[in-house]
Structure formats: structure tokens, C-alpha cells
């Protein structure tokens, strides 16, 4: 019988755009021999809905909600021995069951879904969970906390400091403790947030107050680090679990001044993804080919954007390989993860692990395909991960005679 896999995208998030992306190219790689593919869309006020035109990228082209009314609203609910996909609104005579589920695939980027949210739902039902655990998908999501385990590994970061809203309050305090701490150039970033917003650059008090501001308006915590002021940044997937996991080709983005360069040559009029992002003078590159119009997590002109191999050492690159594997082990990473650094060529090229994303854009297919890997390997994989982890969990013991409570007055 073939494997029930609902593949779950969207959701509470400004990445949701490109989780429908990412979620609709996947979709289209799972060997359908093997699978039945459910898809579930959420929506961003996290309804979930199912049907075959979910599948197709055109259907989220045009109006969602016209779109909706030829879908099914749907819950995951447990009953007994199975999880099954339900009719929202049940129908008092026929069919309300949809389906039944195996396993679930979350292809969800950002804040409020692949940091363990949504993850931890699907735990509470007992349905195996294709990816990250839920510790592992928070630290991801939070670049302080996953700093802090990397330091703790002798994994390269770069110092950071983090201030919340609380501290926020007293501005002038906040800038002093941070020019105490660091000597401009600084980097300002919401601490749990991707697709470059909210970050910037300041090289002095003024910029650095502008800075904080943007932040702030985006995220109630944030994290200041030193900028690298010439900077080559590479990316490098990997896949497995913590017995055993491999790392994929690498890629290097392009620059700011090539995408800003190729953002004029091929999308002029796209460039509404970076709003926010303007009038911060020495803004980090707003990533508009990146992050937004054209999807470039992955997808679609996104290959125009990035160098792959990267063009680095065969030094270079076993070293980032290495250091990636490492990461994704201490950090508990399940399925695949992308994990992005950053080369200091002001200082011997050294290199620093910037972050983890632990659902990351197109899943880095296009990073395992010159490893060897196609696309639906990639995907056959990542069940077979999640489905091994369910069997380990079976053979753990949640549960525990004891007369505790029959003592117990209240
Ligand atoms: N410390 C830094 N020095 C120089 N540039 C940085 C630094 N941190 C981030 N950047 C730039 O900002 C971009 C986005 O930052 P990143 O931490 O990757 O956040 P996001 O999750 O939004 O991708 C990076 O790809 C890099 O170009
Ligand atoms: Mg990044």
C-alpha cells in the first residue's frame, strides 16, 4: 500500500510565499508509486484546507479565497490507532473522512511554523514528522540560542549579543552598552526571522539608532554582532539524523552589488519585497531577488543568483562541509537543513557558521542534485528518516505505573 503523506505549507508566517513555492515543487518530486501526496494549505490564519488544486501553482495566482471555496476546510484528528485528515465542516450524511495520514511533511518556512510549532502539533498527535523535532526547529529559528550551542561545540560564530523590547525602552542606555561591547561596523537582526528582513548595517550612532528601529518593528528580540565588511557567504545542506548525516555541494550566493546588478538586468519593478528595508543608509543588501519576487530560496530565476559549486578551495569547501555536518548534529537536525556561513576575506578567510534553516527554500534539492541525489531521493530520504525516528520513539517508555496519586488530599 502506498505511503499517505500530507505535505502541510503556508501558515502564520512571512515566509508563506515561498512555502507555497517550495511546497508545490515538491509536491511535483515524490514518486507516486510510492506515495500518496495529500496536500494541506494553511492559510495565514493557520485553517488548514485540502484539494487537488492546491497542487498547482496557478491556483495561488490568482484570488485565495475564490480559490478556497473550491477547496476543503480540514482538521488532523487521532482516533484510536490512526490520524486521520477530516472534513472541518462535517457533512451529517456521507463521507467525512478524507483520508487517512502516515506520516506528515511540513514544507513551512519562518517564524510560527518551522520553529517547532507546528512540529509539536503534529507530535502531540502521534503522526511521524518528516524534518526537525521541535527543540531542534527552535534553537534553528532563534540565531542567539543557536549560536550559543555552536560556541559550546567549538563550532565558529561570531559573538553576538541579544536585547529585547524591555531594554529597548531606554535607547541611549541600549546604544552605550552596545558601542561598550562592539566597535562599529555592527550588524543589527531580529533574532528569529530569515529572508533579510529587518537587518541592517549602521557604521555609527546615528545608523545604529535607525537600525534598532527597524528591528525592533519587526521582532521583540533582536541580536547585534560585529559586520564583516568583506564578506563571501557560502551555503551547504545536509541530510540525515544524528547517527548519521552528509553534507551536499555548496553554493555561494551572489554578492550584493551582483544581485542588486542582476535585480536591474532581469526584474526591474520587483523590488516591493525589500520595502522596509529602504532609507536605512548601509542596509545589508535587501535581498529582493533573494527573499521575495522571485523566490529565490530556490526556485524559478533563483539559479541566477547563486554560484554552484561555489567557486572556494577544495580546502575551503571540505572545511564548510565538515563544519556543517558538525552543526547539524549538536543542533539535534533531522531530515535536511541548510546551513549558511560566512567567509571573513579581511582575516585570512576565516569562516563562521551565520545560520541554520532548518526547512530551508526548494528543501536544497538543487544542492543534492550534483551529490548524486535527485529530487525524489531527496524526498524518499527524509520520510525514511522521519519513519526510522518513529520506530525508535515506539521503543521509548512514555508512560509509568505508579500509585502516586492514591495518597494524594487536596
Ligand atoms: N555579521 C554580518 N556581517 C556582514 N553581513 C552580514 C552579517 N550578518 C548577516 N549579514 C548579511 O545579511 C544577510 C542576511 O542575514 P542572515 O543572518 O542570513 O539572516 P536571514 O535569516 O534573514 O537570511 C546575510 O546573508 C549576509 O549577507
Ligand atoms: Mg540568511
Redesign the pocket.
Known sequence: MKIRVAVVYGGRSTEHEISIISAVQAMRAFDTERYEVIPVYMTKENLSYTGDLLRDISSFQGDIARMLAGAVQVDFIREGNRVLLMRHERKRFGENVISEVDVVFPVVHGTNVEDGTLTGFFATLRLPVVGCDVLSGAVGMN?AVMKAVCKAHDIPV?DCRTYGWKDYEDEENLMNEIESSFSYPV?V?PVN???????S?ADNRKELEEALSLAFSFAKRILV?????R?K?VNCAVLGDEEEAEASECES?L??DEILSFEDKYMSGAKGATKGQKGVKGT??A?GA??GASGAKGAGMASLTRKLPADITPEKREEIRALAVRAFRVLGCAGVARI?F?IDKEDDDRV?L??I?TVPGSLSFYLWEPAGVSYRELIDRMIEIALKKERQEEQILYSFDTNVLAGVRL
Request: no cysteine; hydrophobic share 35%.
Open positions: 540565531k561570531l550588524i537582526k526571522l530569515g529572508s533579510s528582513i529587518g537587518i548595517r554582532e560585529r559586520a564583516i565588511t564578506l557567504e550566493p554578492g550584493a545589508v543588501p535581498k533573494k527573499s549558511d560566512m563562521y551565520n545560520e534553516n
